[in-house]
């Protein structure tokens, strides 16, 4: 089954203590980007990749990290997590045409709680 | 740079139509238009192009304005299930960042 999958889906922690959320997608998809998602706000773009070791920032990069070492995984790091951190995270993915991303398939999201 | 949405909200009463209007300040190669329920993540509904196409989806269609930046969702004949939260996210000519808008909250009611 064609999927996006994201790591943890529920999470409360401390500020201050890194973490790491994944996001594995098996449809061999060269594009893949983070986003979270506050009331009233929609859903903001962190950062985005579109192959292995290419990436860039998003309209709301500060305070994450990403990497993208395979195609199927993109993890988003928080290093060191803030209570304005507290959102609902998604993690998309789809196919790169080299001038346009096709349908975006989205995880579950990751809800995360910063005390 | 988020698109803008319009309007915030909608309610409708079943068969009812809406429109659902989406403008960007950038050039745009093309428009997405996803729908959320609520707890859920969001799930596709069309992509269009630059060329000023029209998709339909069932009762759902839209339309690109690419001169005027601007797309339109239109739900005719609403029924129940279309209720939700509607994205549309734009990616512009000079860059590979989708972005969404604010969403449009829409309820149909019987």
């Known amino acids: 089954e064609a999927q996006v999958t994201q790591n943890p889906r529920y999470l409360i922690t401390v500020t201050g203590k890194k973490l790491t959320v994944t996001c594995s997608q098996n449809m061999n998809h060269e594009y893949m980007s983070w986003y979270r998602q506050d009331p009233g706000l929609g859903l903001r773009q962190i950062y985005y990749s579109m192959n292995v070791e290419v990436t860039d920032k998003g309209d709301v990069p500060e305070g994450y990290k990403v990497s993208r070492k395979e195609k199927r995984n993109f993890p988003l790091i928080l290093e060191s997590p803030s209570p304005n951190q507290t959102s609902l995270y998604f993690c998309?993915?789809?196919?790169?045409?080299?001038?346009?991303?096709?349908?975006?398939?989205f995880g579950e999201g990751s809800r995360l709680t910063v005390l | 740079q988020q698109p803008v949405q319009s309007p915030q909200a909608v309610i409708l009463r079943e068969g009812e139509d809406a429109v659902i209007n989406c403008s960007s300040s950038k050039a745009l190669y093309s428009v997405h238009w996803y729908r959320q329920k609520h707890g859920e993540a969001p799930v596709f509904l069309m992509i269009?192009?630059?060329?000023?196409e029209q998709k339909g989806h069932e009762k759902i269609s839209a339309s690109f304005n690419e001169k005027k930046q601007q797309s339109s969702l239109y739900l005719t004949a609403s029924q129940l299930s279309y209720s939700g939260t509607y994205f549309c996210?734009?990616?512009?000519?000079?860059?590979?960042?989708?972005?969404f808008g604010k969403g449009t909250s829409l309820l149909v009611t019987p």
């Open positions: 996210g734009t990616l512009s000519n000079s860059g590979y960042a989708l972005n």
């Open positions: 998309a993915s789809s196919f790169w045409t080299g001038a346009n991303t096709g349908e975006l398939f």
């Open positions: 269009l192009l630059k060329g000023g």
